[in-house]
């Protein structure tokens, strides 16, 4: 089974074409959606890059970067304010060193919110045009799984994406979005996740992610937020990995659902 | 009864709105993007974001009655739950109802079908609120309606000498007039505590500042850090800054010199009016979280570098240290203090001015965050 | 145009709203004197004399004390000044 996929240049191959708008501090998020809506680009929204301290800067700028050197990213633009712990230049200029698709926009040096909203629009764009979709068959095809246990089927589910030699992480965090940080850290293409009853469906911004409903009241009451019923099988699921790889969208992608959590050890000064 | 000039919305439980917003909170992380989506859809609903996924661990009850504070802040004519009814989240709506949340619609995805169904019957539900919100005229109210929250952001060497001190004037004038007013960040009174407390109204009061900065320190020093060391700063050295205390003075002046009436808890609603502190970091969006969850119903927040952000619940209004930046930045800055540092102005002419302009955003007038349609949000966790 | 800012009535120090020079004159909000040194931005300038140990009142609050004797219009500083708290522990 082949996967046409996108050639990222040092970002790898992805499987997504995304541009990100990456905000380097809670104070830049609402400009940095803005201007993702305005070029149809990715972002998302989080509370950190400011008023930490300890293990928590080195954790939250490697966490960013590690956003911005993603296979599924074509390239992306950092939006700072200026002030922050987590200077947006400092990260732009440790990403252009691996990834030259990359620019940065400065809140309190662009004369304000409109006119960053404006440099920042263009400056995506012209990412956007210097860096145009190149397809490329995908190689290296590596898909995370956000599982509670070792169950039955994921033990199969594992045995049978080996044999297509395709790479598996298991990953089982404290919620879904946890998991999905991690698996994203681990640069996977696609994730499958097995929500826990309690759980609702839902995706991460940068992979598309294949929701697999449980036996429980909640999933049989949203059944329609999930990819996949609890009674399905390791061939359907196999089945959908190669037609969302090829590029059709899961309903998380569909409903834009899903945050990025971002990992945070020591509380705000 | 003093006859303030403000006008404003009546609450059930007694307390006021100085806005009439209908609040589409998400009570699990995931629904946070169809908040969002029925917010774009709706007729003029607000709606936040936030990480949370029910994870149960010992920051739970501050995740709570944060959620619940926020969700029952009189600036919210009627709030949108939307949840998966789990045990915790039916919590946190009983818990706003007890802090005076009366119009709410609980919204839950299993009852709706699914996250695409939810934002259609989420806009339907936010629009009917609008139009009946709409029907509600803002009556006279007395100056103890004003729960004003004193914010800094992004301070530099002009913070302690222009806006915070002249801020400090307006919230002087306001409590003496029987308004309540909330100075926090208690990284920015480390150093000054023993100077707060003189200006308690009780030595027991006194002593829980005091207390407050010490709990504050001990949470961040398991982590190696002595705060005490680093500060001043050498920028701030550089800046003329020459000892702690100074520093700190510099924050705290935002309170002016009246006494204190009490300290609150994060996101604790005060009982009574005067002038409290409360114990909220100095991340930015932690207080402002902090303050709309204790049921602050204006903020002013000065800045020396400038920020753009504000709240979905509370009109934010933006005070420049210095003239140059609320020149650059001026579609994000509602008042520039400069004019003190450059000598035209003095403390209390511009303390006048920011007490009628928040006169004015009281009864109404948009701020700069507002028509930018700022809503940052951003629950605090200790993570002990 | 007013060079220095008097923060609260019973201070014994102002802030320079702008570099004083050496010997500059100031004579504003009923006090007179002139500078013993060069005064940077921001900086704060004596406007009485504060014996050792003395306090240093700004904002009408004590912010530390003197560590020499300050003549009126000299530059306070880290070099003549040194906060009360030195460590946490004190109450």
Redesign the interface.
């Known amino acids: 089974m082949k996967i046409e996929g996108f050639d990222h240049g040092s970002r790898g191959l992805g499987v997504r074409n995304y541009q990100l708008i990456l905000p380097s501090v809670?104070?830049s998020?609402?400009?940095s959606r803005r201007i993702a809506n305005a070029v149809n680009a990715v972002t998302f929204?989080?509370?950190h890059g400011?008023?930490i301290?300890?293990?928590d800067v080195a954790g939250i700028g490697d966490f960013f970067a590690s956003l911005a050197d993603h296979p599924n990213v074509s390239s992306v633009l950092i939006i700072s304010?200026?002030?922050e712990t987590i200077q947006g230049q400092e990260l732009a200029e440790k990403l252009v060193a691996k990834n030259v698709s990359t620019k940065y926009q400065i809140?309190?040096d662009s004369?304000?919110?409109?006119?960053t909203v404006t440099a920042g629009t263009a400056s995506a764009r012209s990412l956007q045009d210097s860096y145009p979709a190149k397809r490329i068959q995908l190689k290296d095809f590596r898909v995370g799984i956000d599982a509670p246990s070792n169950s039955a089927i994921i033990r199969d589910l594992i045995g049978a994406l080996r044999a297509l030699n395709i790479q598996t992480d298991l990953v089982s965090g404290?919620?879904?979005?946890?998991s999905f940080s991690h698996l994203m850290e681990k640069k996977v293409h696609l994730i499958l996740s097995f929500p826990t009853g309690?759980?609702?469906?839902?995706g991460f911004p940068l992979i598309p992610v294949i929701n697999i409903a449980s036996e429980s009241?909640?999933h049989q009451?949203?059944s329609?937020?999930f990819d996949l019923p609890a009674e399905t099988t390791v061939v359907n699921i196999v089945k959908l990995i190669f037609e969302v790889a090829n590029g059709q969208e899961t309903i998380a992608e569909?409903?834009?659902?899903?945050?990025i959590?971002?990992p945070?050890?020591?509380?705000?000064? | 009864m003093n006859n303030s000039p403000l006008k404003a919305y009546l609450r059930p439980n007694g307390s006021w709105g100085l806005r009439n917003h209908i609040l589409v909170l998400p009570l699990?992380?995931?629904?946070?993007?169809?908040a969002r989506?029925i917010e774009e859809a709706s007729q003029g609903a607000v709606a936040i974001?936030?990480?949370w996924?029910?994870?149960i661990d010992a920051d739970l009850e501050r995740i709570v009655s944060t959620l619940a504070g926020f969700a029952s802040n009189p600036n919210n004519f009627a709030t949108i739950f939307v949840t998966?009814d789990?045990p915790n989240e039916r919590r946190i709506i009983e818990r706003a109802k007890l802090l005076g949340l009366s119009n709410f619609v609980h919204l839950s995805?299993?009852?709706v079908?699914?996250?695409?169904?939810l934002v259609d019957v989420g806009t339907r539900e936010a629009d009917q609120l609008i139009a009946r919100a709409l029907l509600q005229d803002r009556i006279p109210a007395p100056w103890s309606a004003i729960v004003l929250g004193l914010e800094c952001g992004?301070s530099d060497?002009?913070s302690g000498?222009t806006a915070n001190?002249a801020l400090g004037v307006a919230s002087d004038m306001l409590v003496d007039l029987g308004a309540t007013s909330i100075l926090a960040e208690t990284?920015e009174i480390l150093?000054?505590e023993?100077?707060l407390a003189a200006r308690a109204i009780t030595p027991e009061v006194g002593v829980e500042i005091?207390n407050t900065v010490?709990r504050y320190?001990s949470?961040?020093n398991y982590?190696?850090?002595?705060?005490?060391g680093a500060q001043p700063s050498r920028g701030n050295?550089e800046?003329?800054l020459?000892?702690?205390?100074?520093k700190s003075?510099g924050a705290a002046?935002k309170a002016g010199?009246a006494l204190f009436t009490g300290v609150l808890e994060y996101a604790e609603v005060p009982a009574v009016p005067g002038l409290f502190f409360m114990d909220t970091?100095?991340?930015?969006?932690?207080q402002l979280t902090g303050f709309a969850a204790g049921h602050v119903n204006i903020v002013v927040f000065t800045s020396g570098?400038?920020?753009?952000?504000g709240s979905a619940t509370m009109p934010v209004i933006k005070v420049a240290t210095n003239t140059p930046?609320a020149t650059?930045?001026?579609?994000?800055i509602d008042l520039n203090a400069g004019t003190?540092?450059?000598?035209?102005e003095?403390?209390s002419e511009v303390g006048n001015r920011i007490f009628n302009e928040i006169v004015a955003v009281a009864n109404g007038k948009e701020t700069k965050a507002e028509r930018?349609?700022?809503?940052?949000?951003?629950?605090?966790?200790?993570?002990? | 145009?007013?060079?220095i800012?008097i923060?609260h009535s019973s201070d014994n120090v102002a802030?320079c709203?702008?570099e004083i020079g050496n010997g500059e004159v100031i004579e504003q909000d009923g006090k007179k004197f002139s500078a013993l040194e060069s005064i940077?931005?921001?900086?704060?300038i004596a406007i009485a004399n504060i014996e050792l140990n003395e306090g240093?009142i700004?904002?009408?609050?004590?912010?530390?004390h003197a560590i020499s004797r300050i003549t009126a219009g000299s530059h306070?500083?880290?070099h003549n000044?040194?906060?009360?708290?030195l460590?946490?522990g004190e109450?």
């Open positions: 809670v104070c998020t609402h400009i929204s989080h509370q400011c008023g301290i300890g293990a304010l200026g002030c809140i309190q004369g304000g919110v409109e006119a404290k919620s879904p979005a946890d309690d759980q609702p469906a839902s009241a909640l009451a949203i329609a937020d569909t409903n834009k659902s899903g945050e959590l971002a945070r050890l020591v509380r705000s000064t | 699990h992380s995931a629904l946070s993007s169809s989506a974001t936030h990480d996924s029910g994870e998966l789990s995805l299993a009852d079908g699914s996250m695409h169904k992004g060497a002009l000498i001190p990284t150093g000054a023993h100077l005091v010490l320190e949470s961040i982590e190696g850090i002595d705060l005490r050295i800046g003329g020459s000892t702690l205390e100074e003075l002046k010199n970091p100095g991340h930015d969006i932690e570098r400038g920020t753009p952000t930046m650059s930045l001026k579609d994000l003190i540092a450059d000598g035209v003095s403390l930018g349609g700022h809503h940052e949000f951003s629950l605090s966790r200790l993570y002990n | 145009m007013r060079k800012l923060l802030v709203l702008s940077p931005r921001g900086h704060k240093i700004k904002y009408g609050e004590r912010m530390g306070v500083h880290v000044v040194l906060g009360d708290r460590s946490s109450v």
